[in-house]
């Protein structure tokens, strides 16, 4: 039996000294002045024990890790026909390339990508006006994070809009291949949503309903169908860390999706949710230091989902 008490206060010690901590997500402004001294980890357990380390109750944005609600909700009001409008393929390239776009003739590679994310938001849209569509996604993950204190950070959200034109331009390109029905209002719903502000603890909390074969721990009444919740780790495993998944895979071998803002969520199925939050990202965009968390916590606790 690991002792997960004594492995946090060890890993966020070995974060609290590390010298490369990666480069904040400066092309956003919002996320620019963050401190990237910060490092938070939150671990709970399938009975439902939480461990924790660090910062892990200082609120981050979470920028795309939210796309893993979103697609969730996406699945309930479409079910299967979201695959004929985003793949499920890993992209092999940046989380914003316009290229591989147009080679696929505006069907983005898998929905965690920027261009993939879009057209989830597009789905969540539906026919309903973006606030409606925004404030459907915040309740769901308050919802499954049992946390009523979860917000949006308006000011992330303004510096999204106002800097996000290579997403204005993926989503002008998907829609002149009839891929997107709505392109401001998706952005809106978009931005707002990469702008949802949570802390470790809270992400980790929102995971549970993945761990536990999409039933919610509370009531064990099911949020997606364990087919559902298993298909959406195994697009975290090979799509969630954009043209580094198969690196992260390889080291730390969890599903996982991460943000520019610095966070992770990860899932051991049937065992833990994990969030780690350190804003310094690698060259990919991923958090560098939580990432190295994440590969130290799986080899210390055999949770790989390739380990027997």
Not at 25 to 49: E, Q, R
Not at 105 to 123: E, H, L, M, T, W
Not at 246 to 262: L, N, Q
Not at 283 to 301: I, V
């Amino acid at each position: 039996m690991v002792d997960l008490a004594g492995l946090i206060a060890e890993i966020t010690a070995h974060a609290a000294v590390a010298v490369d901590r990666g480069k904040v997500a400066d092309y956003i402004p919002s996320l620019g002045g963050v401190d990237p001294k910060h490092f938070g980890i939150a671990i709970v357990t399938a009975d439902g024990v939480v461990h924790k380390g660090g910062d892990a109750d200082m609120s981050f944005s979470i920028q795309s890790v939210s796309k893993v609600f979103a697609l969730t909700l996406a699945l309930g009001k479409v079910g299967e026909a979201l695959w004929r409008r985003v793949g499920v393929e890993p992209s092999g390239s940046a989380f914003n390339s316009v290229v591989q776009l147009e080679a696929e003739k505006g069907i983005p590679r898998n929905p965690f990508i920027n261009a993939g994310a879009i057209v989830v938001s597009d789905v969540v849209l539906g026919s309903s006006e973006p606030r409606e569509a925004i404030g459907d996604i915040l309740r769901f993950i308050r919802f499954v994070s049992g946390d009523e204190s979860v917000f949006i950070d308006g000011a992330v959200a303004n510096s999204e809009a106002q800097t996000g034109f290579r997403n204005t331009a993926l989503a002008n390109y998907m829609r002149s291949f009839d891929n997107l029905e709505h392109v401001a209002e998706a952005l809106r719903v978009y931005f707002h949503q990469c702008a949802i502000a949570m802390s470790c603890t809270q992400l980790a909390l929102a995971g549970r309903y993945l761990m536990l074969e999409g039933r919610h721990p509370d009531t064990g009444r099911a949020v997606v169908t364990a087919q559902r919740a298993r298909r959406i780790m195994a697009l975290m495993l090979t799509c969630g860390h954009y043209d580094g998944s198969g690196e992260f895979a390889f080291r730390v071998g969890i599903p996982g999706k991460s943000g520019v803002g610095g966070g992770i969520l990860a899932i051991v199925p049937g065992k833990a949710s994990i969030a780690v939050w350190s804003p310094g990202l690698n060259k990919r965009g991923n958090s560098h230091l939580g990432s190295e968390a994440l590969e130290r916590l799986a080899a210390a606790t055999k949770w790989s989902v390739f380990t027997a």
